[in-house]
């Protein structure tokens, strides 16, 4: 199985912070790696697919970056909508399909 | 519009059963396979595995076979969990999701909106 490892598993920051949550993968995926967004009693929401495209919708301060192993979220300029939790997800390899811990990010 | 509904909340005893529906609307539901995705309370997301709705083939993923069962009725365009045998263990939200478009890879872009399955006794 492919092993996910995102840190940090939780942060603070403040309104406007620039904030960076990295995944890493066990094995080299290429670029087969996908961010979800999910907000307290909700889904998750698809945010980042292969690894930098911005799903429909996702505003322009979210990026995704990376290959291979190591892979980065970035929101450039934190705004209140955005505390939530994030999770990473590797789709290279289908036996099985494998999320990452999770990375909680509060309001300082 | 692409919707997944999935049923209401369950409470039930250890060793009781339970069966989850999701029902997808806004598309052709032969077209798309169904993923099953737990999430125990405050933890991460756990992909359980999927089922084909055109060959009718399911795929568990290695901490899921046995007690899981995938199924669905294409009448109703209607996909199925169904947990035996029920454990503490299994209290978690379990969620259907579906790709966004098969070209492009497993990139969940619907989501069902997430049963809670309690088990106590």
């Known amino acids: 199985d492919i092993q996910m490892t995102q840190s940090p598993s939780s942060l603070s920051a403040s309104v406007g912070d620039r904030v960076t949550i990295t995944c890493r993968a066990s094995q080299s995926i290429g670029n087969h790696l996908n961010w979800y967004q999910q907000k307290p009693g909700k889904a998750p929401e698809l945010l980042i697919y292969?690894?930098?495209t911005l799903q429909s919708g996702v505003p322009a301060r979210f990026s995704g970056s990376g290959s291979g192993t190591d892979f980065t979220l970035t929101i450039s300029s934190l705004q209140r909508e955005d505390f939530a939790s994030y999770h990473c997800q590797q789709t290279y390899s289908t036996s099985p399909l494998t999320f990452g811990g999770g990375t909680k990010v509060e309001i300082k | 519009q692409v919707e997944l509904v999935q049923s209401e909340s369950e409470l039930k005893k250890p060793g009781a059963s339970v069966k989850v529906s999701c029902k997808a609307s806004?598309?052709?539901?032969?077209?798309?396979?169904v993923h099953w995705v737990r999430q125990a309370p405050g933890q991460g997301l756990e992909w359980m595995g999927w089922i084909n709705t055109y060959t009718r083939n399911p795929t568990y993923a290695q901490g899921f076979r046995g007690r899981f069962v995938f199924s669905f009725d294409t009448s109703v365009s209607t996909a199925y969990l169904q947990i035996n045998s029920l454990k503490a263990e299994d209290t978690a939200f379990y969620y259907c999701?579906?790709?966004?478009?098969?070209?492009?890879?497993?990139?969940?872009?619907?989501w069902g909106q997430g049963t809670l399955v309690t088990v106590s006794s």
């Open positions: 292969t690894t930098s």
């Open positions: 999701a579906r790709q966004a478009v098969a070209e492009r890879g497993f990139d969940y872009e619907y």
């Open positions: 806004g598309y052709t539901f032969t077209s798309y396979v």
